[in-house]
């Protein structure tokens, strides 16, 4: 989703002009004895969503879709609808790309003022943009990317819950059997904090790539690997110090091998230093 995201960016201008002038004519019809604008989706496979709002931001149709329609949103007020839509004229606005409600899908929207009324209609992103040929799309290959991700991101939240569950259970195994010590402190925490990441990972591409949610800014692609690197840099500085502690009480000539690991903690610190500083530097 994030590609599709840049890639109308890219071509907004174009893309905007293209919708205006193609609906510019044309007259939205809707008559209470039918329950689709049947002709209207006629030459526009993008479109999914039209309804009509009144001067008071009243709607006055239902929600009709390509095969379906909703009665329940007749007559509900819209008048939040005009603060994500940007005018291009006296007769158009636009909103930015956005995960609709109604279809689940990322969609902009166009309102088109005819005659008293406003017409809003949806137009799914990904068929747009396939539509004007900036992508080539493959409906089913989607279809099965977007599963393939969900899956995966439900299955990397599951197994960080499973940690954290674990964190707590061999905390009370630990204190039950060995009372409290160093180890029955410190590991659970590293844990959490592991499985905290995991969740973050697992969230992250459930929001990118299954449920959209903000796609504004390419800086967010450096703090997703930000994140993920503090809680591992987080959690291996605690087993780095919980080594320290274990080989103070017991054997001092192997201090070498928590050296090693308090290194190589510092390399990955001074590595995610550069990287945040090229990518500041690069924007």
């Given at each position: 989703m994030k590609e599709f995201?840049?890639?109308y960016q890219q071509h907004q201008v174009e893309i905007e002009s293209f919708l205006m002038n193609t609906l510019k004519d044309h007259e939205f019809k809707y008559e209470e004895n039918h329950n689709r604008f049947d002709e209207n989706f006629?030459?526009?496979p993008s479109m999914e969503l039209v309804y009509i709002r009144d001067k008071d931001y009243n709607q006055i149709t239902p929600n009709i879709y390509r095969k379906d329609f909703d009665?329940?949103?007749n007559h509900k007020n819209r008048s939040y609808l005009?603060?994500?839509?940007?005018?291009?004229?006296?007769?158009?606005s636009i909103s930015e790309p956005y995960l609709s409600v109604a279809t689940g899908n990322i969609c902009i929207t166009v309102m088109k003022k005819q005659k008293?009324?406003?017409?809003?209609?949806d137009f799914a992103l990904d068929t747009l943009l396939g539509r004007l040929g900036l992508i080539e799309l493959n409906p089913a290959f989607n279809t099965f990317t977007k599963i393939f991700y969900q899956c995966i991101g439900f299955s990397l939240i599951f197994f960080a819950f499973l940690a954290i569950l674990y964190a707590f259970y061999a905390f009370a195994a630990h204190f039950m059997n060995n009372g409290f010590t160093i180890d029955t402190f410190f590991k659970p925490i590293v844990s959490i904090t592991l499985g905290l990441a995991i969740f973050d990972l697992g969230k992250t591409i459930l929001e990118r790539e299954v449920y959209f949610k903000s796609y504004g800014?390419?800086?967010?692609d450096a703090m997703v690997l930000t994140k993920f690197s503090i809680a591992i840099i987080i959690?291996?500085?605690i087993e780095a110090l919980m080594v320290v502690f274990k080989i103070t009480l017991h054997d001092y000539t192997q201090m070498i091998q928590a050296l090693y690991l308090i290194l190589g903690v510092g390399?990955?610190?001074v590595s995610l230093g550069i990287y945040t500083y090229l990518t500041k530097k690069s924007e």
């Amino acid at each position: 989703m994030k590609e599709f995201i840049e890639i109308y960016q890219q071509h907004q201008v174009e893309i905007e002009s293209f919708l205006m002038n193609t609906l510019k004519d044309h007259e939205f019809k809707y008559e209470e004895n039918h329950n689709r604008f049947d002709e209207n989706f006629n030459g526009f496979p993008s479109m999914e969503l039209v309804y009509i709002r009144d001067k008071d931001y009243n709607q006055i149709t239902p929600n009709i879709y390509r095969k379906d329609f909703d009665e329940s949103a007749n007559h509900k007020n819209r008048s939040y609808l005009t603060k994500k839509m940007v005018q291009k004229d006296n007769q158009f606005s636009i909103s930015e790309p956005y995960l609709s409600v109604a279809t689940g899908n990322i969609c902009i929207t166009v309102m088109k003022k005819q005659k008293k009324d406003y017409v809003f209609i949806d137009f799914a992103l990904d068929t747009l943009l396939g539509r004007l040929g900036l992508i080539e799309l493959n409906p089913a290959f989607n279809t099965f990317t977007k599963i393939f991700y969900q899956c995966i991101g439900f299955s990397l939240i599951f197994f960080a819950f499973l940690a954290i569950l674990y964190a707590f259970y061999a905390f009370a195994a630990h204190f039950m059997n060995n009372g409290f010590t160093i180890d029955t402190f410190f590991k659970p925490i590293v844990s959490i904090t592991l499985g905290l990441a995991i969740f973050d990972l697992g969230k992250t591409i459930l929001e990118r790539e299954v449920y959209f949610k903000s796609y504004g800014k390419h800086t967010e692609d450096a703090m997703v690997l930000t994140k993920f690197s503090i809680a591992i840099i987080i959690a291996l500085s605690i087993e780095a110090l919980m080594v320290v502690f274990k080989i103070t009480l017991h054997d001092y000539t192997q201090m070498i091998q928590a050296l090693y690991l308090i290194l190589g903690v510092g390399v990955i610190v001074v590595s995610l230093g550069i990287y945040t500083y090229l990518t500041k530097k690069s924007e």
